[in-house]
């Protein structure tokens, strides 16, 4: 199976090959114009990556892929970071080729010492400090070396460097995250306008916030809503604390599971709600909300 690295700040999973329109094109690049794609939407045309079903998801630079095919220009692919029941190694889809660097067996090997990006971006660098990509919130790559506030990486692009102040340095396992870090991270992106698919601080879908704010605690859990439910600890709604995942399902909660949220405490929970909206904090009372509440998951340490 041949394998491979994201090679820009975070790779679009397409449905297909055709998913992408014209006005697309800044996020088939690499390198990738994320922010310039996104200006150039409109909300309708936001909304769309959603109604047409376009887009399932994004992966971040570093993140491991295998390649199932190519056909042409595009690559259809598992992303292994992201669990789903759609493929039992991971979330399929579409990227295209050249946001894709091929790796060996030897790239793969496990290094003790990694870094995540903690900063909402930061800049890639070369060896003479000029700006190689931008890395995003969460991600993860292997470090060399640290020295004089730069940490050395291991990288899509060779060895490269990122600002030791734009990241936390851990051996094995990301240290686990209490539910106040989850909230305070979550809290970071209010009024972050809702992106379909979105995995980055450009904008995130309810089940990519979650996701994100997990990730960034040393949690990794499945990608989309419904996996998430069927993940991690089951939890009373009458015994839900902050930092607990609380879930959402048509017909009074009786129907197909359609939202996700971090419960905040006191009634309150923390999510990003649907295309056109931004990340909030709300109030769960007398909202649509209370009667399709069906069900809460655990993922922190207690």
Known sequence: MR?????????????????PRDIDALALTSPVE???WLEGMTGEERKDLLDSNRVQ?????????????????????IVLSQSSKKHPAGYPGWIP??????????????????????????????????????????????VTDVQDGLVEVH????????????????????????????????????DLLYLWGGMTPHGYDCSGFSYSMMRANGYLIPRDASDQAAAGKEIAK?????????????????????HVAIYHGDGNMIHSPTPGKKIMIQEI?????????????RYWAE
């Not at 992966?59 to 259809?76: K, N, P, R, S, T």
């Not at 936390?168 to 991270?185: E, N, R, S, V, Y």
Request: hydrophobic share 40%; aromatic share 8%; glycine share 8%.
């Open 34 to 36: 994320i922010e310039k």
């Open 3 to 19: 394998t491979a690295h994201i090679n820009v700040t975070a790779a679009t999973l397409w449905t297909e090959p055709a998913s």
């Open 285 to 297: 009372a007398g909202t649509f909300y209370e009667k399709e509440w069906c069900g809460v998951r």
């Open 155 to 190: 990288s899509p692009h060779g060895q490269a460097f990122v600002k030791r102040d734009a990241v936390q340095l851990f051996h094995g396992d990301l240290k686990k995250g209490t539910p106040a870090d989850i909230l305070k991270d979550g809290e970071r992106f209010l």
């Open 238 to 258: 009458e015994d839900v604390q902050p930092g607990d995942l609380i879930f959402f399902a048509y017909e009074e909660g009786k129907g197909d599971l359609h």
């Open 97 to 142: 080729s050249i946001q894709l660097t091929e790796i060996d067996a030897a790239d793969m090997e496990p290094s003790e010492e990694k870094m995540i990006v903690t900063s909402d971006f930061a800049p890639l660098l070369g060896e003479n400090g000029e700006t190689l990509t931008t890395l995003a919130f969460t991600t993860i790559l292997p």
């Open 57 to 77: 998801s994004q992966v971040l630079y570093g993140d491991v892929v295998e390649i199932e095919e190519v056909q042409g220009d595009w690559a259809h692919v």
